[in-house]
């Protein structure tokens, strides 16, 4: 690795991008250990800076939005995965650990920050993954002992159990965030480039497999809560 740790922020908030550039690149003094070299305000603009920079020879690190417009972070890392799968790629959001770590973690993902983490954290999460680590927050290694737990409950999803946010398939977290997002069905639609009735029947296999009865009750999940029947 390079004695400079370079960067690409793929985030559609400029106040967000501009805070990680503070925070990664305004060192006490001297030549900064690490230094933002690309930005994306989009999920396809990512996998375009990515291969402009000739991946690992012109960077070290992505910094990854999950809720990206149009090209989501997941769909990003996912591809990021297979053509470029020496990159390290630490994913940032805004959406609960329980929730969405796990998920970054088996798609490849070398760790999931919460947006609202410690500077302190973000450079240490960079340091670590740059270096070729895992970084691992604590409530980010609890989600993932909790879905060692739950494989179990898996299982029994077969038997018509509810199995949770983790029995998804890629295709129905991604309408189970938009869902969880507000959006309507005809938008996740028109977003995803599915017939309505098509996110409807995803929507129907997430509230079958989640166990929850509507789109308020999704939401709640998504926050990291539970459903009451």
């Known amino acids: 690795m390079n004695s400079v740790i370079r960067v690409l922020i793929g985030d559609d908030?400029?106040?967000?991008r501009e805070g990680l550039k503070q925070v990664l690149g305004d060192p006490a003094n001297g030549q900064p250990e690490m230094v933002v070299v690309a930005e994306a305000t989009q999920g396809r603009e990512v996998l375009e800076q990515v291969a402009a920079l000739q991946g690992t020879q012109g960077l070290d690190l992505v910094l990854l939005d999950i809720a990206m417009p149009g090209m989501d972070g997941l769909e990003v890392l996912q591809a990021l995965r297979k053509a470029r799968p020496v990159l390290p790629v630490l994913m940032?959001?805004?959406y609960p650990e329980r929730q969405y770590a796990v998920r970054c973690i088996?798609?490849?993902?070398a760790g999931y920050l919460h947006k609202s983490a410690d500077p302190d954290d973000m450079v240490a999460a960079v340091r670590k993954v740059a270096a070729g680590g895992l970084y691992l927050a604590e409530a980010t290694a609890l989600a993932l002992a909790g879905a060692v737990e739950r494989t179990g409950v898996v299982r029994?999803?077969?038997q018509g159990m509810p199995a949770g946010v983790?029995?998804?398939s890629y295709?129905?977290?991604?309408?189970f965030r938009l869902l969880t997002a507000g959006h309507s069905v005809s938008e996740i639609g028109a977003q995803l480039?599915?017939?309505?009735?098509t996110v409807s029947t995803y929507r129907a296999r997430i509230l079958e497999k989640t166990g929850a009865r509507n789109d308020v009750e999704l939401a709640l999940l998504a926050r990291g809560g539970t459903t009451t029947h």
């Open 106 to 109: 088996q798609m490849g993902a």
């Open 166 to 168: 983790d029995a998804l």
């Open 171 to 175: 295709r129905e977290h991604q309408v």
């Open 92 to 94: 940032l959001s805004t």
């Open 193 to 197: 480039m599915l017939a309505p009735n």
């Open 13 to 16: 908030h400029r106040i967000v």
């Open 156 to 158: 029994a999803a077969q």
